[in-house]
Structures are given as C-alpha cells and as structure tokens.
Nanobody, 117 residues
Framework: QVQLVESRGGLVQPGGSLRLSCAAS????????MGWYRQAPGKQRELVARIFSGGYTVYADSVKGRFTISRENAKNTVYLQMNSLQPEDTAVYYCNVKFSPLTQDYWGQGTQVTVSS
C-alpha cells in the first residue's frame, strides 16, 4: 500500500522561508511524477509545482522564482523549498505522486502552511 508522509508545515512570517518534504513508500515501481498542490479556504485545490522522472519541472505562475521543487529518487522523496512567502501562500499543502501517466494519483494527508505576521 502506497503511503506518503509529509513533513509538518507551520507558521511563517511574510518574507520567510519553509521547506516541505514528502516521502513515498509501499511500491516497487519507479515514480513518474511527484508534486505539491495546495488548497486555501474556499478555493479549489491547485497545482503548486511538479517534477517528473527526467527532472522536468512545472510551477504555478504565482510561485515561480520563489519556490523550488526537487526530488531525491533514491529515497522517493520530494521537497518544496518556499522562499519569500506571502499571506496568499497560506493553504493546506498536499503531496502528490503518480507512478505512470495513466495510473491513479496518491495524496498525502496535507500539511498547513500559514503566512502571517
């Protein structure tokens, strides 16, 4: 059974930084894509960043230049380095994993990130 374990988020002041991690376990298949989504109160879940097995990355326009996604294949772990955080980044952040383009998505339990002074 696939499990995704996310690191804890937290409360950060505007302009601050935070790094999230997510470790996947429970499958012998290589991971096609790992990513982060977020959902703010009253809003739909949205893609933040995604990284594919070849290293190709995709970012939401709102986080380009501030967030960096990376992965450590040997540990099946994905990281999200968030810099210059703003109040509008406040949301529950979810880790996402796909083992192939045609298979189901796996989701982490979500971790709260709050940006406030």
């Amino acid at each position: 059974q696939v499990q995704l374990v996310e690191s804890r988020g937290g409360l950060v002041q505007p302009g601050g930084s935070l790094r999230l991690s997510c470790a996947a376990s429970g499958s012998s298949f290589s991971i096609y894509a790992m990513g982060w989504y977020r959902q703010a109160p009253g809003k739909q879940r949205e893609l933040v960043a995604r990284i594919f097995s070849g290293g190709y990355t995709v970012y939401a326009d709102s986080v380009k230049g501030r967030f960096t996604i990376s992965r450590e294949n040997a540990k099946n772990t994905v990281y999200l380095q968030m810099n210059s955080l703003q109040p509008e980044d406040t949301a529950v952040y979810y880790c996402n994993v796909k083992f192939s383009p045609l298979t189901q998505d796996y989701w982490g339990q979500g971790t709260q990130v709050t940006v406030s002074s």
